[in-house]
């Protein structure tokens, strides 16, 4: 009855938003019914002149329903809290079996790279009934990635990650459009999204140029951009070794503690001194400028395939 009023649902996530939106919305609906339907109530039975008994009600009836209303209110916003948070709070528990895109946006297009080095512009393949995680950043200001068929919206921000999920549950097309006032061509910064079956997806895929996988983009730049001169093991320069340093605790200076994560990785990047390694100089200087956010990309790709155990250097690609 209501599929008619609302745009395309292609998500599991859209399911679950257009249910809270039905919801909310039939609630208000009744609320609002009762308030008129009282007020004319009261307006026609107590109009000047009739002779209705204007007493007010015994105290302990009005009590009653003083607690009654409240308790019932309370309920009533209690649950639309837990059903709307929770529905929030899914949109930031990325399965772990979710195929991973990165996602650079910047004045006005979108940059797609699947995990395989597969690249796009405005588009992005993704198979059916299979969890996706976007990880996203914005080359220049602020942009918002938002397929309405989905209801995925998530600002992209310069400097920084964020991170969503989608599961599509049809094959077809979806806009993807900006929704985040980003300059002059901010209305044609569309995209497509492209759901398809899983193995026309896989052929798709494999049909892709040979791009160098994001891992390996990743090691190359970390030699050629000079990192490895002091991150190397052996190196002269006393810089932290990064095998195996990815997602565990980094002790700072101060006695604090940081996760290296791709946050972490890419503050340290751009702002080495802000938070020093205990134990090490601050010679490191920054890469603002000098690296784009791609390329950043790739170097946190390539320190997270080199893994979490920090006493095996591992060669990349070896199991
Ligand atoms: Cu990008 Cu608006």
């Not at 919801?23 to 208000?28: D, F, N, P, V």
């Not at 930031?92 to 597969?118: C, D, F, L, R």
């Not at 985040?180 to 049909?207: K, Q």
């Not at 601050?282 to 893994?307: F, H, K, N, W």
């Amino acid at each position: 009855m209501f599929g008619r009023l609302m745009p395309e649902t292609a998500s599991l996530q859209a399911v679950l938003t257009d249910r809270i939106f039905l919801g909310l919305t039939i609630a208000s609906v009744l609320i609002l019914g009762l308030v008129i339907g009282l007020l004319l109530v009261f307006s026609i039975r107590f109009r000047r002149g009739s002779t209705v008994n204007r007493h007010p009600l015994p105290e302990i009836v009005s009590r009653e329903f003083e607690i009654g209303w409240t308790v019932a209110t309370i309920f009533l916003f209690v649950f639309i809290f837990w059903w709307a948070a929770s529905a929030e709070i899914g949109a930031y528990s990325v399965p772990p079996n979710a195929i991973e895109i990165h996602v650079v946006a910047k004045q006005w297009m979108w940059k797609t790279q699947a995990s395989n080095g597969a690249r796009e512009i405005n588009e992005l393949h993704v198979p059916v009934n299979r969890p996706v995680k976007l990880i996203m950043t914005s080359q220049d200001v602020i942009h918002s990635f938002f397929v309405p068929a989905f209801r995925l919206k998530r600002d992209v921000l310069p400097d920084q990650q964020t991170e969503t999920w989608f599961q599509a549950t049809k094959t077809g097309t979806f806009h993807l459009l900006c929704t985040e006032y980003c300059g002059t061509d901010h209305a044609r910064m569309l995209g497509r999204v492209i759901v398809m079956e899983p193995e026309a997806y896989a052929r798709w895929l494999s049909a892709q140029p040979e791009g160098d996988d994001l891992a390996h983009q990743g090691e190359r730049l970390f030699s050629e951009r000079g990192c490895a001169g002091c991150h190397a093991p052996g190196s002269a320069v006393h810089a932290p070794s990064l095998a195996g340093i990815w997602e565990r605790p980094v002790p700072l200076e101060g006695g604090r503690f940081a996760t290296a994560d791709a946050g972490y990785i890419r503050d340290s990047i751009l702002q080495p001194s802000r938070d020093v390694v205990a134990g090490y100089a601050p010679v490191m200087p920054s890469y603002a400028g000098l690296l784009d956010d791609g390329e950043i990309q790739a170097i946190t790709a390539y320190l997270r395939a080199l893994g979490s155990e920090p006493a095996v250097v591992r060669e990349l690609g070896t199991p």
